[in-house]
């Protein structure tokens, strides 16, 4: 298995100094849906022996009154494995739990833990397919009341193996909620 450590080590660091710099004015996040396209990166485990490439992704989800959201993602992104291209299709429902206690009034950190499964097909329209489970976090900015940019970091596991990948994505998340409350 090999991850980018320098690369994520850094990515991650900035989101908890961040994060614990910022402390302050706990605010609920607004309920109702959200829509959030992002882009980014995804770091394939060497023994998959499949290119790490870009990504794009479109998230829907809902977040309660309370801290916890749900989210349903769709990510696609064109590999490579030994020369061949290979379309990967991803799908996932995650949990997340946004840290109200770490956050002021622009900025709120959270964490994220769901299920998914990876679809590949490859020019010869073979298919192959693995269930994983998901962790991570991320950090949410917001711009006003409905918009807010968005950075994720998640680690993958495959179910039926030791393979390991991770995705670092960028978005922007709308907000289709109620007004917020004053």
Do not use: C
Not at 23 to 38: D, L, W
Not at 77 to 96: A, E, F, I, P
Not at 106 to 133: E, H, Q, R, V
């Amino acid at each position: 298995m090999s991850i980018s450590l320098k690369k994520r080590t850094l990515f991650s660091g900035a989101i908890l100094a961040t994060s614990m710099s910022t402390m302050a004015y706990a605010e609920q996040p607004k309920e109702g849906f959200t829509v959030t396209p992002s882009l980014g990166y995804i770091h394939t485990d060497s023994d998959r022996h499949l290119s790490n490439d870009t990504t794009y992704s479109i998230s829907v989800g809902y977040q309660t009154k309370t801290p916890w959201a749900a989210e349903l993602t769709y990510l696609h992104s064109d590999l490579k494995h030994r020369g061949s291209s290979v379309d990967l299709d991803q799908y996932r429902l995650d949990g997340l739990y946004s840290l109200t206690e770490f956050t002021n009034t622009k900025l709120t950190p959270y964490l994220a833990a769901g299920i998914g499964n990876n679809y590949y097909t490859n020019n010869a329209s073979a298919t192959d397919n693995d269930t994983f489970i998901n962790a991570g976090g991320g950090v949410k900015y917001a711009i006003n009341q409905d918009v807010s940019l968005r950075a994720d970091f998640r680690l993958t596991k495959d179910l039926t193996n030791t393979k390991f990948d991770n995705i670092t994505s960028i978005g922007v998340q709308y907000n289709f909620g109620k007004p917020a409350a004053l």
